[in-house]
């Protein structure tokens, strides 16, 4: 690795990785903006660092990302492929420079949230179990309005962290409850340019959350939580494949 390639992801990594989030950001916009379509080889390294003004370690990492979002493929001595076009909407609901930021706090949430979902179902009381349905019943109400329902969304989550009774869970949530909402904001707004069936599909995911907590049962709670977030963070690119 070359001086300057060290110098640059340092500073990549200094900045919260903020390269690496910026060359992401724009090859995205590419391939949403349909100057390269499905099925298309993106420009080779050589290029996209020249356009971009990347060094090839920051490039690597951003590319690694949108392999791992489903939005690029690479094939070995060919190079890397557009695989999906994520919605135009991604872009236009989500805040300048902000999907890097969205998808992370994506990751954050799934490993937080999946434990106390684990927690909640092993020490949930009769009260907060109640609380639970009442929240679903909300989210219910939202689907039958056509209403938004990012505080009703968020309100579910948070007391899924209260009923796992570990105030360390639940403070780093709300420590990041800003980030939280603004995914939450995101994704709400993209499945209400969808079918009834997409809201509805996300909130079957809210119900074998709360069944499993319920039932009492922490790896099934575990796993409802994780696949339903999981599935957000890919509804995020969920156009055309």
């Known amino acids: 690795m070359t001086s300057l390639d060290t110098d640059q992801l340092g500073q990549g990594r200094r900045q919260g990785r903020t390269l690496a989030d910026q060359a992401y950001e724009r090859i995205l916009a590419m391939i949403v ?46 190079g890397s492929f557009v695989n999906r076009r994520p919605d135009e909407a991604a872009l236009r609901f989500a805040p300048a420079g ?70 360390f869970l639940t403070a780093a949530r709300n420590s990041m409850k800003a980030n939280i909402l603004t995914g939450i904001n995101l994704t709400r707004n993209l499945s209400l340019t969808k079918t009834a069936e997409r809201l509805q599909l996300v909130q079957a995911e809210h119900y074998a959350i709360v069944d499993a907590i319920e039932r009492r049962e922490p790896e099934a709670a575990r796993q409802a939580m994780r696949a339903h977030i999981e599935n957000a963070r890919r509804r995020m690119f969920g156009g055309t494949p």
Do not use: Y
């Open 98 to 167: 902000s999907i890097a930021d969205i998808q992370r706090v994506f990751e954050f949430r799934a490993a937080i949230e999946s434990e106390a979902a684990f927690l909640a179902a092993q020490r949930r009381t009769e009260a907060e179990l109640k609380d639970l349905k009442t929240a679903l019943a909300a989210l219910d109400r939202c689907i039958e309005t056509g209403a938004l329902g990012v505080a009703e969304d968020d309100t579910f989550h948070r007391l899924i962290c209260v009923a796992g009774d570990n105030q």
């Open 33 to 78: 903006e349909k100057k390269v379509a499905i099925g298309d080889k993106l420009p080779t390294e050589k290029e996209l660092c020249a356009e971009l003004e990347v060094s090839r370690p920051v490039l690597r990492r951003a590319m690694d990302r949108l392999r791992e979002d489903g939005v690029i493929v690479s094939r070995q001595g060919s």
